[in-house]
């Protein structure tokens, strides 16, 4: 049996940032390009939240089975097969011609991305001190981050000079290094005792969860007929029903609920649950502002939107620092309220408004949201024991795409419903301002469990000692 390669101290974080990188990447260029693939496909341009949200809900569905798959097969082999799966995903989604195709591609796509990120993320966890995450987790995202800078931008290049089915093959050769990297220095990482699959957990929970989001991403525009949607709704909430019970009578559920006894892991889930409601409608909602309400190209548009994702790259080495001086509670607290507050300005934006302060007002809104995601994703580890650690990683990754998930469909119904209420059927520039409202208020609304936090919650993670131990009045 060979062994791996000497591995280099960053190689490895390096080698998970290939596949947020290329998942990264691939999620801003395409929400950049949503009005000419609507355009190629004859379609609404609403109708591709569909694409939007059966990439995430796919991510929901399989996060929770990527721990015990690279627990069962090794992670290395996972992680290698993820990349595969996305990439064909990828050039699926490039030889679409018809809506159902695309988002078909986009669910397989989504298959992959379940177990590429989750499962390097889980072999950081297991080999970083917790008083080392904070800087870990920023390391490890800084070169992913890199994506959302450039997808803009490149996406609007290459759909105005080119189609908008040549953003799928940027895919393939970073797949292909990241093939090679982790072939080289990914270490295949098991172990030795795992408790079986909850398979009776992953046919309530997947389908439920399936059903729910889709019969939310129906509503509005009636992409299903009525009676169908509704019945999704209802069939999907029965069976997470269904998961909750069966869930608590189980010794190894596939989500592990009781986790969320621990205040911190609570306060992360339902926060930043509810932050990412907001976060989600984002991609969705401005190169539509942009492109539809504006009359911008996607090339223009590109140019303004990059701004968030560069200014969550700047930010995002400092993050560290800034916990250090005022811990996690002032911190998530304070920072939802203001990054709420720019999600906000964006629907104060209109065709006169300058390029230079949209571009200036989408940097600093990016900042703090790229600070509150380190709080947030820093916070739900910090008072988990190294054996519930990969059960941790399943649940919150769950709730992050769900989250993301609602708020493009959230963002699309108030989209939808401020057009229905002045009785009409298109899209106008003076919609997007109540739909960024609305989210706008979810968004805020992460202050309430932010708030039930001790002071000197995660003070081991943030490496911020508490006054009693640190000797200060």
């Known amino acids: 049996m060979s062994t791996p390669a000497p591995r280099p101290s960053r190689i490895v974080p390096l080698t998970v940032a290939t596949a947020l990188f290329m998942e990264n990447t691939d999620s801003t260029v395409i929400a950049t390009a949503l009005p000419s693939i609507a355009a190629s496909l004859h379609d609404d341009p609403i109708a591709l939240k569909l694409a939007l949200t059966a990439y995430l809900v796919s991510l929901a569905i399989f996060i929770p089975v990527s721990g015990w798959m690279a627990d069962r097969f ?21 030889a679409a011609d018809g809506l159902a195709w695309f988002v078909a591609a986009r669910f397989v796509q989504g298959m992959g991305g379940a177990m590429m990120t989750p499962v390097g993320r889980l072999v950081l966890l297991r080999s970083v001190p ?56 990914f270490e295949n990482l098991r172990e030795p005792e795992r408790p079986p699959l909850d398979f009776a957990g992953f046919l309530l929970l997947g389908p439920g969860l399936a059903a729910l989001m889709l019969g939310f991403a129906s509503t509005g525009r009636h992409l299903l007929p009525e009676a169908v949607a509704w019945s999704c709704l209802a069939g999907g909430a029965a069976l997470l029903a269904l998961y909750v019970v069966h869930a608590r009578r189980t010794a190894h559920p596939l989500v592990r609920l009781d986790l969320m006894r621990h205040p911190t892991f609570r306060a992360a889930v339902l926060g930043g649950s509810l932050f990412r409601i907001g976060t989600g409608a984002i991609p969705f909602l401005l190169p539509l502002m942009l492109q539809v309400g504006f009359g ?23 993050a560290p620092s800034i916990l250090r001086r005022l811990g996690f509670r002032t911190v998530m607290v304070s920072n939802a309220v203001l990054a709420s507050a720019f999600l906000a300005v964006n629907g104060l934006f209109t065709a006169q408004t300058p390029h230079w302060l949209m571009v200036l007002l989408l940097f600093v809104g990016g900042c703090l949201r790229s600070v509150q995601f380190t709080c947030v994703n820093a916070i739900a580890y910090a008072d988990l024991e190294r054996r519930e650690i990969s059960a941790g990683t399943s649940f919150a990754s769950v709730c992050q795409q769900l989250s993301l998930s609602l708020g493009v469909t959230l963002g699309a119904l108030a989209l939808e419903g401020v057009a229905s209420l002045h009785g009409r059927t298109a899209i106008e520039a003076a919609d997007f301002g109540p739909a960024f409202f609305a989210v706008a208020v979810i968004s805020a609304l992460a ?27």
């Open 74 to 94: 090794g992670a290395r082999t996972v992680f290698r097969a993820a990349l595969c799966v996305f990439m064909a995903g990828s050039l699926a989604c490039a």
């Open 130 to 185: 917790k008083a080392q995450l904070v800087t870990a987790l920023s390391y490890l995202t800084l070169p992913a981050l890199i994506g959302p800078v450039i997808g803009p931008p490149l996406g609007g290049l290459i759909t105005t000079a080119l189609d908008w089915r040549w953003i799928f093959f940027i895919n393939l050769p970073i797949g292909l290094v990241g093939l090679v990297l982790s072939s080289l220095y």
């Open 296 to 318: 911008l190209d996607a090339l223009r548009s590109g140019l303004i939107t990059f701004a968030a994702a560069a200014g969550a790259m700047l930010v995002k080495a400092l």
């Open 447 to 473: 202050v309430l469990p932010f708030r039930r936090l001790s002071p000197e919650a995660g003070a081991e993670v943030s490496g911020r000692m508490p006054r009693a131990a640190s000797g200060k009045p």
